[in-house]
C-alpha cells in the first residue's frame, strides 16, 4: 500500500466525497430492503473509489459503529474484526506453545 501522507491524508482522494453522504449512513427507522438497498449502492461506489483500503483499515481501528467504511457495512466489519481478534490469540497460542516447547 502506497504511503499517500505526502499527497495529503487518504480521505481527500476518496470517491465517497463527491456523494450523498446520506447513502453511506442509515437514516432512523429505515426499513430493512431500503436499508440493504442503500449499502448495496454505497458498496458500489466504495469498490470504484482509490483508497478503498484505507479506508476499510481506518474503519476498523477506530472501530466506526456506523455506516459504509471501505466497502464494508458497520455488521461486516465486526465479524472482520472478530475473525482478527481469533487469528491473532490463535498466533498467540502457537508462539507460547513454540516457546515452551
Do not use: I, N
Not at 427507522?29 to 484505507?54: D, G, I, Q, W, Y
Amino acid at each position: 500500500m502506497p504511503a499517500r501522507d505526502q499527497a495529503g491524508p487518504w480521505h481527500s482522494e476518496a470517491v465517497c466525497r463527491r456523494d450523498e453522504a446520506g447513502l453511506f449512513f442509515a437514516p432512523s427507522k429505515e426499513p430493512t430492503a431500503a436499508r440493504l438497498s442503500r449499502e448495496e449502492a454505497a458498496k458500489r461506489v466504495c469498490a470504484r473509489c482509490p483508497v478503498m483500503v484505507e479506508c476499510r483499515e481506518h474503519a476498523l481501528l477506530q472501530p466506526e459503529p456506523y455506516g459504509v467504511w471501505g466497502g464494508l457495512t458497520a455488521a461486516e466489519r465486526r465479524v472482520v474484526l472478530a475473525r482478527r481478534r481469533r487469528r491473532e490469540a490463535e498466533l498467540q497460542r502457537a508462539t507460547r506453545v513454540a516457546a515452551a516447547g
